[in-house]
């Protein structure tokens, strides 16, 4: 990186719809490096697609007055989005990245900024992730990248999060690199936060971390189920897989969750099955196997059973990703 005596320039490209928890998460750490070190170590600047207000997905409005064309060279770029990201990337706004990333800016998304990178081709043949509900189209929709459901990822001179809290344990890593341990740990005992989390942890759909230290065991469970969608485990092997009879985990589950084991199970799976409907184009038939339903017929069955509208019609109502 950059000598870290000069103010390394960051340039932050804030796509309309973006998640404020994210922007916050990448500009509040840089801004206490500077506080905590007594020097500029980070300078940055915001830009939208087209040098006007952009308005979040809390539908408020952040004053931008610079166009991501007009930047001629920065030492970093990331992109902030979040939601409805594919409609609003046009061939203007990829030249502008591809340009940028020629003259040797570090690229960073955060959130669903990952499906900026990749449209422009900035990505290829590295690896990232993006948030679990788009992990799946985005690994059908980019063969050329290697996705990966790490919280965060760096690779060379790329970098993507999967979402806002990752975003800051992200940013707390960039800070431990470029400034070193002292200032990052500074960073992070201003904002009280003790146990930053890495990279490589693996995304959950639910948050199993509140769970651990109540009932690691059910935790272990729920992650088993999360990373065995396509080929479920039946009662026998999650009770295995913790050490209890099959009687006494029926009865901790229920006390734990509410439901019985697979009741919960068939539900984290059509929850899948319809993040895939609504932001992939995957077919019925590939979403039924990813999702462990032997076949259409049965998925589209607990399907409308569960949302009153088979997968087809509910996928007829518009998808979050347009292609």
Known sequence: ??????????????????????????????????????????????????????????????????????????????????????????????????????????????DAGGYVLAEAGLLDGCRA?????????????????????????????RATTSGSLPSFDFTLEFIRRRDGLAIAGAVSGNFIYDHPRPGSEPQSVISIAHLRDRNPKIATVLKLMENNMQDPLDTVSLAAAVGWSERTFLRRFRE??????????????????????????????????ATGFQTRGAFTRAFRSKYDRTPSVYRSYGTTFAP
């Open 1 to 110: 990186m950059k000598d870290p005596h000069v103010p390394y320039e960051v340039a932050i490209l804030v796509v309309p719809k973006y998640s404020q928890l994210s922007l916050s998460a990448l500009v509040e750490p840089l801004r206490m490096a500077n506080t905590v070190s007594g020097r500029s170590l980070y300078n940055w600047t915001l830009y939208s697609p087209d040098g006007g207000p952009v308005c979040s997905s809390s539908a408020l409005s952040l004053e931008i007055e610079r166009d991501i064309h007009d930047l001629t060279a920065c030492d970093a770029l990331f992109v902030v989005a979040s939601y409805d990201v594919l409609p609003q990337i046009t061939p203007r706004l990829l030249t502008a990245l591809r340009k940028l990333a020629r003259g040797g800016a570090f690229m960073g998304a955060l």
């Open 129 to 157: 992730t993006t948030h679990w509900d788009g992990l799946e189209d985005f690994r059908h929709r980019y063969r050329r990248i290697e996705t990966v459901s790490d919280r965060y990822v760096f690779d060379r001179q």
């Open 256 to 289: 734990a969750m509410a439901m019985p084991p697979q009741t919960y199970y068939r539900a984290l799976r059509l929850d899948a099955g319809k993040r895939m409907i609504e932001n992939s184009d995957l077919s019925i038939e590939e979403i039924s196997v």
